[in-house]
Each structure stands twice: as C-alpha cells, then as structure tokens.
C-alpha cells in the first residue's frame, strides 16, 4: 500500500565512515519527517521538511543532517558514524488531506 | 506543546482476551487522532482514525472514539489475536495547520499468548 521506501533495511558500518540513508516516497507528499526509534520503540523525530529546500531540526538533537533537492528525496547524511547512532530510523510521508502519515519500512543501523 | 501519553506497556495477553490500550493527549486546538501499529521488523503502519469528537475509527476489529470530554482516544479489541502481537502508537496532527507535526506516543508493546 504505501509508496515511500528506505534503503538499505539493514547496514553495519565502522565507526568514522560516512553514511546516507536514502529515502524516497512516488506521492507528490511535501512534508517529510526522519524519526530515530529507540529501543524501548519511542520515535523521537529528528528531521523535518516542509518540502523542496526546506529542512528542520526535530526534537531530538541528532548529528545527522538532511536535504531536500527534489519532492521525493529526502536522505539522511552521517558524516563521520559512531557507535552511539545505532538505531532504527524511520522515514514518514504525510497526505496533505487528512494528515494520514505514511511510514517506510525502515533501516536499522549497526556502528561498530 | 502538544502531547499524547500512552499506557505503559508491555501488555501480554491470552488469545481471545478482551484489549484496551489508553490514550490521552493535550492539544490547543482540534487534532485528528490516530492509531499506528508497527509489526517486528516493520514500519509503521495506520490502524484507524477519527478526525472530529465522537467520531469512531474501526479497522481489523479494533475500535477507539474520539472522546472529546476526556482528550481520550483509547484502543479496544473484543478478542486479540496471536498475528495482534505488535507496538501501538497513538498520534495527533492539528487539523487545518498543515505546518504542525505529528505527535505521538511512546508506543506500547502487546504480546498475545496462544
């Protein structure tokens, strides 16, 4: 049903490297979020767009950072991985009637 | 700000059991409510909505009213499933304010025995 997808599901990088998690959604949706999962399942939103070239911090703190070129991109950047970002992160779309969200299936990354 | 406060979890529960999972939030204006359920290994997922007070959402088997009164959106299921095991989340959006944010709950984990 849903037309937003991340890649990759799974990854497990050494600490240091840079990293971009992608995700892109086929329903012309403007708002985007990034949401980092903790392991008790909480979703803390850590990005934010309102669409083209508009990005937002969330409410957690993240050293992440994002971009918004084109309406159906809006990847996830890493700079330099540590430990402390292994998690899952959540990619959501958001319907402009109804204000349903539409979640991908996630990425959950391992630093090691 | 706005909020919404889940029951805290886990919840485990014999199939055929009757569920409830409370939901209550604070918002300044007239949210939408929803219900999300996240599978293992999955994203999240809508489970039903309501979008004005008095309003039933209903998917699955699963039922909650939007109870304006009491800021109450609380999840029900007559008889739970094994195949029910998963997180639930509450959320609202403010209607009519395309600028707010979802806002959701922490997530509550049910397990379903057999």
């Known amino acids: 049903e849903a037309d937003i997808y991340q890649t990759p599901r799974y990854l497990v990088i050494g600490t240091g490297k840079k990293i971009t998690l992608e995700c892109s959604q086929t329903m012309g949706h403007d708002k985007m979020y990034w949401y980092q999962q903790d392991p008790g399942m909480e979703l803390h939103l850590i990005h934010y767009s309102y669409g083209v070239n508009s990005t937002e911090k969330g409410d957690l703190s993240s050293e992440s950072t994002v971009s918004r070129i084109r309406t159906e991109h809006f990847p996830l950047t890493l700079e330099s991985a540590r430990p402390s970002h292994t998690s899952q992160y959540l990619c959501?779309?958001?319907?402009?009637?109804?204000?349903?969200?539409?979640f991908g299936q996630g990425t959950r990354l391992t630093v090691v | 700000g706005d909020s919404v406060t889940q029951m805290e979890g886990p919840v485990t529960l014999s199939e055929e059991a009757f569920l409830t999972i409370n939901c209550t939030y604070t918002?300044?204006?007239?949210?939408?409510l929803f219900w999300y359920v996240q599978y293992p290994g999955e994203g999240l997922q809508l489970l039903l909505k309501a979008t004005k007070a008095d309003d039933k959402g209903s998917n699955k088997g699963f039922e909650a009213t939007y109870r304006k009164e009491t800021t109450s959106f609380h999840l029900e299921k007559g008889s739970v499933q094994v195949s029910d095991s998963a997180v639930y989340f509450c959320a609202l959006i403010e209607r009519d304010n395309y600028g707010q944010n979802f806002v959701f709950g922490p997530g509550t984990r049910l397990s379903v025995l057999p």
């Open positions: 918002a300044t204006g007239y949210p939408s």
């Open positions: 959501a779309s958001v319907s402009p009637t109804g204000g349903r969200a539409f």
